[in-house]
Nanobody, 118 residues
Framework: QLVESGGGLVQPGGSLRLSCAASGRIFGINAMAWYRQAPGKQRELVAHITSGGSTDYMDSVKGRFTISRDNAKNTGYLQMNSLKPEDTAVYYC??????????????WGQGTQVTVSS
């Protein structure tokens, strides 16, 4: 399973770092991603990182958010800087996890609330 942490309330311009740790018997993680869903809106892809470390971001967070991973810890991160009120949402991590040497399975984290407000 994936366990998220790091959400909370922050003022505009502030920073937060989200973590997503995979636990249980796994053989590694392939791609990872962060999504978010604001009230009344569809879930949207925020950032993605491949097994090789290549990254991609939605336009509105480019230059402010950074996705990274620590393969030794089976953990992914989303560093969020210069936060804006429109970044307020529940953030979810998603990972394709090797459950044996060959089989990938998609897992979702439980979601963590990020609120940007003065």
């Amino acid at each position: 399973q994936l366990v998220e942490s790091g959400g909370g309330l922050v003022q505009p311009g502030g920073s937060l770092r989200l973590s997503c740790a995979a636990s249980g018997r796994i053989f590694g993680i392939n791609a990872m991603a962060w999504y978010r869903q604001a009230p009344g809106k569809q879930r949207e892809l925020v950032a993605h990182i491949t097994s090789g470390g290549s990254t991609d971001y939605m336009d509105s967070v480019k230059g402010r958010f950074t996705i990274s991973r620590d393969n030794a810890k089976n953990t992914g991160y989303l560093q969020m800087n210069s936060l804006k009120p429109e970044d307020t949402a529940v953030y979810y991590c998603n990972a394709f996890v090797y459950i044996d040497s060959y089989t990938l399975k998609s897992y979702w984290g439980q979601g963590t609330q990020v609120t940007v407000s003065s």
